[in-house]
C-alpha cells in the first residue's frame, strides 16, 4: 500500500519569497512516480510537476522544483519567488510503478500575502 | 487538445434520485479514473480503467455507485439511489500509457449536491 503524508494543512507565505511545501511518502515499490498538483479556489486539478524514483536528478518546472530525497522517502515542492497567485491547495501523490493509479495526500493550502 | 470533459459541471438532485455523471477523456489516454472530492475524506480514487477494462474498482461506496466505459472516449459513473452524503465534488482525470508513470490529467469537475 502507498501512502502520502502532508504534515501542513496551511502556510502564509510573503509575496516574492521562496516556500517549501513537505511531503513525504511510504511505499513498498521499487519504482514509482511522485506528483505535484495544484487546487485554486476555481476548482480544477492542474499538474505541476512530477519526479520518477529512478531520476537522479531533482525535477524542475519554471519556478517550480521537486526536493527529491528518496532515503529520507521524502518529496518536497519548492516555489521559488512566490505569486499572489501561488495562493491554491497544493496536493502531493505518488504512482507506483506501471500503477496508472495515484494515491493523494491531504493537501496544503498555501496563502500568499502581499 | 481540449482536456478531459466532464459533464454536467453543478448537479443539484433529490435524495433518491438517480444521477449520472459523464467524463470524455483525452484522446489517445488508455487510463481513466474517477475520484471523489469531500473536506472530511480528501481525494479518493473511486474506480479506474485501462484500456476500457475496469482495474480496481476497490474504492467504490458501494452497491449504489456503478461506472461504465464502453469505448475510448466516454466514461459514466452513476449513484442510483442517490443520498445526501454522495454530496462531493466528482473528479475525471486520465493519463497516457508510459512507465513508470505518467500525470494524470483532471476534469473540471462535477459538484453534486444531493438534497
Known amino acids: 500500500a502507498q501512502k502520502i503524508t502532508q504534515t501542513q494543512p496551511g502556510m502564509f507565505v510573503q509575496e516574492k519569497e521562496a516556500v517549501t511545501l513537505d511531503c513525504t511518502y511510504d511505499t513498498s515499490d521499487q519504482s514509482y512516480g511522485l506528483f505535484w498538483y495544484k487546487q485554486p479556489s476555481s476548482g480544477e486539478m492542474i499538474f505541476l510537476i512530477y519526479?520518477?524514483?529512478?531520476?537522479?536528478q531533482n525535477a524542475t518546472e519554471g519556478r517550480y522544483s521537486l526536493n527529491f530525497q528518496k532515503a529520507r522517502k521524502s518529496a518536497n515542492l519548492v516555489i521559488s519567488a512566490s505569486q499572489l497567485g501561488d495562493s491554491a491547495m497544493y496536493f502531493c501523490?505518488?504512482?507506483?510503478?506501471?500503477?496508472?493509479?495515484?494515491?493523494f495526500g491531504t493537501g496544503t493550502r498555501l496563502t500568499i500575502i502581499p | 487538445d481540449a482536456g478531459v470533459i466532464q459533464s454536467p459541471r453543478h448537479e443539484v438532485t433529490e435524495m433518491g434520485q438517480e444521477v449520472t455523471l459523464r467524463c470524455k477523456p483525452i484522446s489517445g489516454h488508455n487510463s481513466l479514473f474517477w475520484y471523489r472530492q469531500t473536506m472530511m475524506r480528501g481525494l479518493e480514487l473511486l474506480i479506474y480503467?485501462?484500456?476500457?477494462?475496469?482495474?480496481?474498482d476497490s474504492g467504490m461506496p458501494e452497491d449504489r455507485f456503478s461506472a461504465k466505459m464502453p469505448n475510448a472516449s466516454f466514461s459514466t459513473l452513476k449513484i442510483q439511489p442517490s443520498e445526501p452524503r454522495d454530496s462531493a465534488v466528482y473528479f475525471c482525470?486520465?493519463?497516457?500509457?508510459?512507465?513508470?508513470?505518467?500525470?494524470?490529467?483532471f476534469g473540471q469537475g462535477t459538484r453534486l449536491t444531493v438534497v
Open positions: 480503467f485501462n484500456n476500457n477494462v475496469p482495474i480496481d
Open positions: 482525470a486520465s493519463s497516457a500509457p508510459g512507465l513508470p508513470n505518467t500525470e494524470a490529467f
Open positions: 501523490a505518488m504512482g507506483g510503478f506501471g500503477n496508472e493509479k495515484l494515491t
Open positions: 519526479q520518477g524514483s529512478y531520476d537522479e
